[in-house]
């Protein structure tokens, strides 16, 4: 089946660890996407890429990281600079074809990240 | 900026009623509009996405309207059931630039309860 996967589902920091979340997509999606989201809030952007070995800040990229060496892989580091990462993570992708009005746009089921 | 809002934050219905969901936006320039639905600690699962130049999408027992002079979609889900329940969020897509990842906006979402 294709689709989305993220892992671990449950990740766990201790002060001043960075520490890596995995998204893998077999859909053949060129763009990929990390996104926040925290109780009560929406979604909001931290990398997004169009294609493979580029990538582009989202409004809160600060404290992360990512690479996208593969067309199916796009990892995020949530390094200890970023001071409040207790969140939940989702990574998703898309055809990425600019113009496309119906582009849709599919998750993963997310990475729960807690501070120790 | 495009803002996205959704009220209310909370809803309870009996079973077997019909319910609409509000999505309001504040800059009708918008490419499409997707809903999506969310099921707790998991990611997010697209319903329905309506273009620009369309005025509804229909999926089983969902349809989906759009109104962009008036900054407004509704979600309608007809003959509600408990496996309904989840959060309920929609997203706006300004634009087809290159950047164009970082012109969707995500709502807070709805959450919705359909108790037996």
């Known amino acids: 089946d294709g689709g989305i996967t993220q892992s671990p589902k449950y990740l766990f920091r201790k002060e001043g660890q960075n520490v890596t979340l995995s998204c893998e997509q077999n859909l053949n999606h060129d763009a990929m996407y990390w996104y926040r989201q925290d109780p009560g809030q929406g979604l909001r952007l931290i990398y997004y890429s169009q294609i493979v070995n580029d990538f582009q800040k989202g409004d809160i990229a600060e404290g992360y990281s990512v690479s996208r060496e593969k067309k199916e892989s796009f990892p995020l580091t949530v390094t200890s600079a970023q001071k409040n990462p207790t969140a939940f993570y989702l990574c998703a992708s898309s055809s990425g074809f600019r113009g496309a009005s119906n582009e849709k746009l599919f998750f993963g089921s997310g990475t729960q990240l807690s501070v120790l | 900026k495009q803002e996205v809002t959704q009220i209310p934050a909370a809803l309870s219905v009996p079973e077997g009623e019909n319910l609409v969901l509000n999505c309001s936006f504040t800059?009708?320039?918008?490419?499409?509009l997707q809903w999506f639905r969310q099921d707790p600690g998991k990611g997010l699962t697209s319903l329905l996405l309506i273009q620009s130049s369309q005025r509804e999408q229909t999926s089983g027992r969902l349809n989906a309207s759009l109104d962009k002079s008036s900054g407004r979609s509704t979600l309608y889900i007809a003959a509600s059931q408990p496996g309904d329940s989840a959060t309920y969020l929609c997203a706006v897509r300004v634009g087809i630039s290159s950047g164009s990842a970082r012109q969707l906006t995500f709502g807070s979402g709805t959450q919705l309860t359909v108790l037996p």
């Open positions: 800059d009708s320039a918008i490419y499409n």
